[in-house]
């Protein structure tokens, strides 16, 4: 990512809306900007076999693993405005099982990347199904969109929420009900 770049159009960015970014109070803004930038989109920097970084761990245990209210930010790629809420993530191990750090880093990873709420629940989903190679996996999301509250419609605490349901999660009622009942608090 091009500091210069970013920098030199956010420069241009504000003149375009009538303001003088050469006042003291814009001066380093096309800065902060590339920075904050660097920072909101980090996760394209990362990649699962770095943030996985061998914490599988083989492990005799068939009972579901729940995360719940893991917190997350990040940006929709349609309007650069920023998303929030939380996360919710469970498997059911097979054979092995992963650092539950792990499972925040994932998270943050996809996060830290534009992104459409649906794409993000099913990213988090396919890939701890293909890295664990469990029963099941499961993932919630809960989350405010500025581009909703600050633009377009306007409504203000209205929540989005998105899941994404693998093997024992989408083919049984029962297990599916107690990772909902889990994440509920």
Known sequence: MSKDLIESAVFQTLKELGEDPEREGLLKTPSRVAKSFRFLTKGYQENVSEILNGALFTEDNDEMVTMRDISLYSLCEHHLLPFFGKCHVAYIPKHKIVGISKLVRLVEMFARRLQVQERMTKQIADTLQQALDPMGVAVVIEA??????????????????????????????????????????
């Not at 306007?154 to 029962?174: C, D, E, I, P, Y």
């Open 144 to 185: 405010q969109h500025m581009c909703m509250q600050m633009r377009g419609v306007q409504k203000r605490g209205s929540v989005v929420v998105t899941s994404h349901m693998l093997g024992a999660f989408r083919n049984q009622q029962a297990t599916r009900q107690e990772f909902m009942n889990l994440i509920k608090g």
